[in-house]
C-alpha cells in the first residue's frame, strides 16, 4: 500500500490535510470457490485481488474538525460482478465530525457506506438461499464523552447503527484514573436489530458487561 501525503495546510480560512492512496493486493476476507467447474467437489478459500484507490481530507470546520475519505475498491478478478463467488467492486466513503460542545464534553459522529457496483449482475447471479446483500451497507457512529473531577473520571457512550438493515451495538462505559499508571474501567455491549446473519443482529444473545484494571508504565 502506498500513501501520498498531496495537500496541507491553510486555504481559504480552512486549515486541512489531505492525501491520496493506492494499494494493490488482495480482498481480507477469503472467498469460497470450488475446486472444478463442472463437478463440484469441494470448496476452496482464497483471497482474489483487490486494486484500491482513495483519498482523504481532514480540516477544521463548523467549530470542529471535519473528515472526509473516500476509495474505489476495484475487484480485478470480476470485473463485470457476474461471479457471485468473488465481492463485486465496490465504492467506500466516511464522512466524520467531531466537536467540542462545552468544556471537558466532545461529541462525535461518523457515517460510513459501501456502494455495490453491477448489483444487477450481482443479484442475477446470486445462488439460491445465499443471503442477498443490499447495493448500499452504511453505519453509523456516534460517541459521547464527558470528562469529570479533574479529568480523572470519563464517561462514555458509544453507538454503532446500521441504518441499511436496522442492527446496533451500544457501549456504555465509566473509567477512572486512580494515577498516570493505573486505571479500572466498567462498561456493557449490548447488541440487537437486524437479522441472525447482519454484523450486529449475529451477536444479540451476546449481551454482556465487563471489568478491566489496567497498570501502565
Do not use: C
Request: charged letters at 20%; proline letters at 5%; aromatic letters at 14%.
Amino acid at each position: 500500500m502506498a500513501k501520498i501525503v498531496v495537500l496541507g495546510g491553510s486555504f481559504g480560512g480552512l486549515t486541512a490535510d489531505a492525501s491520496l492512496y493506492a494499494y494493490r493486493g488482495f480482498w481480507r476476507q477469503p472467498s469460497m470457490m470450488p475446486d472444478n467447474a463442472m463437478v463440484l467437489t469441494r470448496l476452496i478459500l482464497s483471497y482474489p485481488k483487490l486494486s484500491e484507490y482513495g483519498a482523504s481530507l481532514q480540516g477544521r470546520a463548523l467549530d470542529g474538525v471535519l473528515s472526509l475519505a473516500t476509495g474505489h475498491y476495484d475487484s480485478t478478478e470480476d470485473k463485470s460482478g457476474m461471479n457471485p463467488m468473488i465481492p463485486n467492486s465496490q465504492t467506500r466513503f466516511l464522512v466524520g465530525y467531531q466537536r467540542q460542545v462545552w468544556e471537558d464534553f466532545t461529541i462525535g459522529a461518523q457515517y460510513y457506506g459501501e456502494y455495490m457496483h453491477d448489483y444487477t449482475e450481482y443479484k442475477k447471479n446470486l445462488p439460491p438461499g445465499f443471503p442477498q446483500e443490499r447495493r448500499l451497507r452504511d453505519l453509523v457512529s456516534i460517541r459521547l464523552t464527558q470528562l469529570l473531577v479533574h479529568q480523572t473520571l470519563k464517561l462514555s457512550w458509544f453507538l454503532f447503527w446500521g441504518p441499511s438493515v436496522g442492527d446496533y451495538l451500544l457501549n456504555p462505559e465509566i473509567k477512572y484514573n486512580f494515577s498516570d499508571h493505573v486505571w479500572p474501567a466498567l462498561g456493557g455491549m449490548v447488541f440487537g436489530g437486524g437479522k441472525s446473519w447482519t454484523q450486529f443482529g449475529q451477536l444479540q444473545k451476546n449481551d454482556n458487561v465487563y471489568l478491566q484494571v489496567r497498570y501502565e508504565f
